[in-house]
């Protein structure tokens, strides 16, 4: 067995860069040359440089992947890539302060990771979901739809929710329609070359849970540059729903799963090592596009109105 390297400033940089090189998913979407990546940040690293500089070194290298699923953590810090973040809060298309006042209200409810109440006398179902971190269990989305019985359809907000755990986009994927339909495939990088990738593997719509009826009424689901990772992957799902749309901006992307492990150093990493195609053969990995496009009024806001909810709210009620 070979030994573990030292680790050194230079040693690190390599095992990084290499570690990359052979295991990265998406070097074809990002437009990225890792060799030319490599021959501007290698020079920058020497033995005596400090902690925090090697840090700035590595940190500054992954961000030219332009992927919020690429972290370096330390002790001290953990990077972020800066094109995501930027791009989340400059597209960010919502207004928190109109939607807390003027579409939950002070009366609204929280089952599980949800907020909601009921708009237009309880015609449409508002819900906030602004992680899917939050818990996401059937029973809950099952409590919110029976509490609403008047109402045509549901709103379902997903703007600048960061993602969180995949369990919960199958929870709520179980309580909408089993059609067989394809919802995606996926593959994972199994060699050193960049296009090295295991054989395509199909995935379709979950069969439903028996102690609950799958919600068939229309929905529509908002989503903006801030939605993020499994928020994304829900996005991508929904293509495969018929009573299901998508109203906004396009998603932040990241529907490749991240792995990792230490560096020599001991500093961690984490990149993404495979990707999704969707039905139609696209890499959405950049962000997926709604159904409809549509951004927030800042006019409108100062009055008290999002016309993207208004909007949703005008397609459930065929308005």
């Not at 015609?123 to 818990?135: A, C, E, H, N, W």
């Amino acid at each position: 067995m070979e030994s573990d390297p030292e680790g050194t400033p230079t040693s690190t940089f390599q095992y990084l860069w290499q570690k990359v090189d052979e295991q990265y998913a998406f070097f074809d979407v990002k437009a990225v040359n890792w060799d030319s990546v490599r021959l501007v940040y290698a020079p920058l690293v020497t033995n005596d440089i400090s902690n925090d500089s090697t840090f700035a070194v590595l940190a500054a290298m992954l961000n030219c992947l332009n992927d919020g699923h690429v972290n370096l953590t330390s002790r001290y810090d953990v990077s972020r890539c800066e094109a995501v973040y930027t791009r989340m809060y400059e597209r960010m298309q919502i207004d928190p302060r109109v939607v807390a006042l003027h579409y939950l209200g002070p009366d609204y409810h929280s089952t599980g990771g949800f907020r909601h109440n009921g708009l237009r006398h309880d015609s449409v179902i508002y819900v906030r979901y602004s992680s899917f971190s939050g818990s996401a269990s059937p029973k809950y989305f099952d409590y919110i739809v029976h509490h609403y019985p008047k109402a045509h359809g549901l709103v379902l907000d997903l703007r600048q929710n960061g993602g969180g755990m995949i369990e919960n986009v199958w929870n709520l994927l179980r309580m909408l329609p089993y059609s067989g339909n394809k919802l995606y495939e996926t593959q994972i990088k199994s060699g050193p070359k960049h296009n090295e990738f295991s054989p395509l593997e199909s995935v379709f719509t979950p069969h439903n849970l028996d102690n609950y009826k799958p919600y068939d009424k229309p929905m529509v689901v908002l989503t903006d540059r801030g939605s993020y990772s499994a928020t994304s992957f829900f996005a991508l799902c929904c293509k495969s729903y018929p009573n299901v749309t998508t109203l906004g901006d396009t998603t932040g992307g990241g529907l490749g799963l991240p792995n990792g492990g230490q560096l020599p150093n001991g500093w961690y990493y984490r990149f993404s090592i495979t990707r999704t195609i969707a039905p139609d053969g696209g890499n959405y990995e950049n962000g997926v596009p709604p159904d409809e496009t549509l951004f927030l009024d800042t006019i409108a806001t100062r009055q008290g109105h999002d016309n993207i909810i208004d909007r949703a709210i005008a397609i459930i009620l065929n308005e």
